[in-house]
């Protein structure tokens, strides 16, 4: 699991890891726990080209829904096809097993730091 | 006339039948008036409703057209008289409506038994397990008979559900294209529906005779097929399926259940959903509803489904239970993005239908089926002997037949002997055999066709008109609970049994707010199952229906005056449609002034769910207006949006009193601005009950608006449905309320937005009989005695639970919002906690997070009295006093968290919890005696969700 701090983080409360010309996607622990227990993932098919700040899946609970935003412009290479048969990974392991997407991206915009996201969600 | 010198004016007299509506008496009122301070219940109405919107400023009260209240004896006289104008032919016109006959056992167990009908939609589903678990038996029968995997728990009829079916098509299908193909053997009152709707959302709507089987489709994102067909016709869809499929279009098959007893399920023809009506699963037919209509999809499609979906998930001892599944699909959570508006589904009717299968089994329902499949092939050849030729070779209870002579004279000739046939055109008609048809009936339906029935033997073998090819081959209704209920013993205990685990009106107090559950008579709901009412077809003869007529113009010139609008349309069968016929209105309106580009809805960010989906499915788009810390509609937000969308305004859809309980001071500069910017008013009726008799909805700025007969007019919930939602408006907006293309009586000349003509016409009499028995002297008073219980409990409990909202003087309407977050953030104790809790102490929860995550909202209603409002305050109270020892000794282990307790949880095993199983079961010493015991521990919502089970589970689950 990726070190919260060295991770980035959209105002949408999804975070990213960076490595090479790929994003890893994810919800935060807050979103996860704000929307409770979330018992379906529908995600963007692998190889869909996506575009920064637009719905491309939706994470469900039991009491409301939470759209999945793209936070970069790019082509899917991966999704969590766990997360997709065991939903509850995105509230047990949010940062690790319970993460969404993987997209190779063509730029990447300006993103929130660790620092950043916490004042943000007030911690 | 010596009654009404006789009969009381005022509510402390116990012949006014206000008096036994209203809960609170002289001394109690006066009691609460003294806890809120104030010195009678006018004054404190008075200081609750802002004086700028009171009737008085808009017109004397002798300007009324309410007939002086009446006794519960004279409504029903009146009543009788009405009935007595309707005349009950034998209906052999069909067309999606058939006679049946109600099982005494269930007309009286179900459809008389308030423990039944007063019931809420099972949201609390630890205290709804009887009729989620009847509700269960209905999706397993309907998927059993469909073919399908997964059914919902109703649709509000079969032309709705129709609609709906496009609507799902259109999402789920990858076709390009925005063309929805339509049989052209298809009822008239779907593809009036049709042609409605699709239009609105932008759908093209080709229709061909499919049963010709083309052999090229045009490109379509889905096709409707109408099986058996409207005119009678069985024919195979198979092909036109797998064709439709090869294109990327999604199937919808609208089936008759009776008919698939027999013939083979749209499932194994391939159809992607299933829609249809379980009317004639022995639902009179009340000229046309209520009745529940369903939707069924095969796998991969739940998720679309709209409405109401009971699933099975387990309770917090691992128990198997039932509770609502996949609730984020419905617009109470998805807003504008949900699959549909509709909310209120038909439960109390599925659970009729299904109740009717239960007691009939797949024996007896394959019996009635080809008893009248038989039936109708003796009057086949009775025809054709009479030489009239019959249109189609194979069919299953319906016949169109070319007449040798005049087609008109023949209908009528029929009508004068006691038959509706149902008339085509000049030289055809139709025939529909039913559940209620003797062979006697047939006898003389041949002589009015010409021929003396010389050959009344009923051919045994079905092969000679359905073909073997496409009977029916597989088994249904093969779940033990279809299979054990056969002797009438049986039945009515199982019927008590499931009525026992639930919690309606009849147990106790239902504090939902928004929902206003409150009494629903005896005496108004004695009309309902009167045949007069209930015997006819919603096609009858206008002759046939006079009574009904006369009611249906009383009730509508009732609402109209009590909510200052010029017309009413009572169409709508539920709240959601009613908003949908009220912006389809605006939109006609705005359309007809060549103003098209107004498509812009404003909607407060406080309002249901239901307002922004139903904008959508009116080709509107929503834009959100904030709300500000009080709860009202912030005006310079709105001021915002209506510069930013100036000539794009259509309407604004605003609640009055709003959704947190309040009476907004300026709704009148709301809506002025809306007018300004020549936009419509459409207000939500949904909270009229704190408004009735003191302010009117057209008086301050009201264009359109729909009443929820099924909370203000006492028409009972049902246990989530039945639901009448009229739409009302004023003169400009009028021309564009929903008509039918085949009613009786042009009161209305716009496209329908229900099946039936009227809607809903059987439930009718029950609001007809509250307001002619109220009379505005008595509305009046009820309004007053529910804003007082509102305030008498915010007061009571505002040292314990801050109350979030308040309006002028620092009162409520007619509701409450009890703020628990604070006491979340201190104790961890939870909204969820504190329901569940409740159900121990014997109540029913409050609303839980509506309108505001974290809160609880309160709605007493008029009907309840002191001691059953002083119980639930004391409840609550010392539900406060267990939280706070939560904080401060007890931990997670305690009786909230824990709760409900069942009996079982407190004796089996050891306890080893650190309260008493006293505290736990018996923590009011005044329930011991008559203590109701949840039939299951708390319900894991996520388990029900991720592993979705929609039908009924084995017996060995139980065990």
Redesign the interface.
């Known amino acids: 699991m990726p070190e919260q701090s060295t991770l980035q983080y959209t105002a949408e409360h999804e975070w990213v890891l960076i490595e090479n010309d790929v994003a890893t996607i994810g919800i935060t622990a807050y979103a996860a726990e704000k929307l409770g227990?979330?018992?379906?993932v529908d995600l963007p098919n692998n190889g869909a080209s996506v575009t920064t700040g637009t719905v491309i899946g939706e994470i469900?609970?039991?009491?409301?829904?939470g759209e999945l935003f793209a936070p970069v412009n790019g082509e899917v290479t991966e999704v969590n096809d766990a997360v997709v048969d065991s939903?509850?990974l995105v509230n047990s392991d949010p940062f690790g097993a319970g993460w969404l997407v993987k997209i190779r991206f063509i730029e990447l915009p300006e993103l929130m730091t660790f620092a950043e996201y916490s004042v943000l969600v007030g911690e | 006339m010596a009654g009404h010198v006789l009969a009381a004016k005022t509510t402390h007299d116990l012949s006014a039948f206000a008096s036994r509506h209203i809960g609170t008496d002289a001394d109690a009122q006066e009691t609460m008036l003294g806890a809120i301070g104030y010195d009678s219940v006018d004054a404190l109405v008075r200081a609750a409703v802002p004086a700028s919107i009171h009737v008085d400023g808009f017109r004397s009260a002798a300007d009324s057209v309410l007939p002086p209240a009446a006794t519960e004896r004279e409504a029903i006289a009146e009543l009788r008289l009405l009935a007595n104008r309707n005349t009950v032919n034998r209906s052999m016109i069909g067309l999606g409506y058939y006679d049946t006959i109600t099982p005494a056992v269930i007309k009286r167990n179900v459809l008389e038994n308030p423990s039944w009908y007063t019931a809420y939609t099972p949201y609390q589903p630890e205290i709804s397990q009887g009729r989620l678990e009847a509700l269960i038996n209905f999706q397993t029968m309907i998927a059993d008979l469909t073919g399908m995997t997964t059914a919902n728990a109703s649709m509000l009829d079969e032309g709705t559900a129709v609609v709906e079916g496009m609507l799902l098509a259109r999402r789920s299908s990858k076709a390009d294209s925005s063309v929805f193909i339509v049989d052209a053997d298809t009822l008239p009152q779907t593809k009036a529906l049709l042609k409605n709707r699709a239009e609105v959302v932008g759908i093209e709507l080709v229709e061909l005779p499919l049963a010709k089987n083309p052999v090229e489709l045009p490109a379509a994102f889905g096709i409707f097929v109408q099986y058996p067909g409207a005119s009678g016709r069985l024919w195979d869809p198979t092909a036109i399926i797998a064709l439709a499929k090869s294109q990327g279009a999604l199937t919808i098959v609208a089936a008759d259940l009776l008919a698939l007893t027999l013939v083979a399920a749209p499932g194994e023809l391939g159809a992607d959903v299933a829609v249809g009506t379980s009317q004639r699963f022995g639902v009179p037919m009340g000229l046309g509803g209520p009745h529940a209509g369903y939707m069924a999809v095969r796998a991969g499609l739940e998720r679309q489904l709209p409405g109401r979906l009971v699933g099975v998930s387990q309770d917090a001892a691992g128990h198997p239970a039932y509770r609502l599944s996949l609730q984020v699909r419905e617009q109470h959570i998805r807003r504008d993005k949900a699959t549909s508006n509709i909310c209120t589904a038909q439960v109390l009717l599925a659970v009729m239908a299904s109740m009717y299968a239960v007691y009939h089994g797949p024996q007896g329902l394959t019996q009635i089926a080809t008893t009248i499949t038989r039936l109708t092939r003796v009057l086949a050849r009775a025809a054709t002997e009479a030489g009239h030729t019959v249109a189609s070779g194979n069919y299953f209870d319906t016949l169109t037949l070319r007449t040798k002579t005049d087609a008109v004279s023949l209908v009528q000739r029929a009508h004068n002997a006691g038959y509706l046939f149902h008339l085509v055109d000049a030289t055809h008609v139709q025939l529909s055999v039913d559940e209620t048809t003797t062979l006697a009936d047939t006898r003389i339906v041949a002589e009015l066709l010409g021929e003396e029935l010389a050959d009344d033997t009923v051919p045994r073998e079905i092969d000679a008109w359905i073909p073997s090819t496409m009977q029916r081959t597989t088994e249904f209704l093969t779940h033990p609970v279809f299979n054990t209920h056969r002797s009438e013993t049986s039945m009515m205990r199982y019927l008590k049994h499931l009525a026992d685990l639930d919690y309606a009106l009849d147990r106790g107090m239902i504090p939902l707010g928004s929902c206003t559950m409150k009494l629903n008579a005896a005496t108004e709901m004695e009309a309902v199952t009167w045949p007069e009412f209930g015997g006819l077809h919603p096609f009858a003869p206008a002759a046939d229906i006079a009574g009904y007529l006369a009611l249906i113009d009383q009730l509508q010139g009732w609402l109209a005056d009590l909510t200052g609008y010029d017309s009413v349309s009572l169409q709508p069968n539920a709240g959601s449609q009613g908003e949908l016929a009220g912006l389809l209105a605006i939109r006609g309106y705005h359309r007809g002034r060549g103003d098209d580009h107004r498509t812009v809805c404003l909607i407060p960010s406080s309002a249901h769910g239901t307002n922004a989906a139903s904008a959508v499915l009116a080709g509107m788009r929503v834009v959100v207006v904030a709300c500000d810390e009080l709860g009202n509609v912030d005006l310079d937000d709105l001021r915002a949006k209506i510069a930013e969308h100036a000539e794009n305004i259509s309407a604004l859809m605003i609640t009055y009193p709003s959704t947190h309980g309040v009476y907004e001071h300026e709704v009148g500069t709301i809506c002025k601005a809306v007018h300004d910017a020549g936009g419509q008013v459409y207000v939500d009726g949904a909270n009229l009950n704190a408004l009735l008799g003191f302010a009117r909805f057209g008086d301050f700025g009201g264009d359109v608006s729909h009443l929820n007969l099924h909370k203000t007019f006492c028409i009972p919930h049902g246990g989530g449905g039945p639901g009448v939602g009229p739409v009302a408006a004023k003169a400009h907006l009028a021309p564009y309320l929903p008509g039918h293309p085949m009613a009786q009586h042009d009161f209305h000349a716009g496209a329908p937005v229900s099946a039936a003509p009227y809607g809903s016409p059987s439930i009718l009499p029950i609001s007809w009989a509250y307001v002619r028995m109220m009379g505005s002297d008595g509305l009046r008073d009820a309004t007053a005695a529910a804003v007082l219980a509102a305030n008498y409990v915010a007061v009571r409990l505002r040292d314990h639970y801050p109350i979030l909202y308040s309006g002028d003087n620092g009162l409520i309407a007619h509701e409450c919002v009890l703020d628990l977050r604070p006491l979340t953030a201190a104790t961890g104790v939870t909204v969820d906690d504190v329901a569940k809790r409740l159900i121990d102490y014997g109540f029913h929860a409050p609303t839980m997070s509506f309108p505001v995550a974290g809160t609880l909202m309160v709605e007493p209603t008029e009907s309840e009295d002191l001691a059953e409002i002083d119980r639930f305050i004391e409840a609550m109270i010392a539900i406060r006093l267990e939280a706070d020892a939560v904080a401060q000794s007890l931990g997670d282990d305690n009786p909230l968290r824990n709760a409900p307790h069942t009996a079982q949880s407190v004796i089996e095993g050891e306890w080893t919890h650190p309260y008493t199983r006293e505290q736990a079961v018996y923590p009011v010493r005044g329930i011991i005696r008559g203590k109701y015991w949840p039939a299951v521990r708390r319900i894991d919502q996520a388990y029900g969700d991720r592993n979705l089970v929609c039908s009924c589970p084995p017996p060995e689950a139980f065990e």
């Open positions: 227990d979330v018992v379906f469900e609970s039991t009491k409301s829904v939903p509850e």
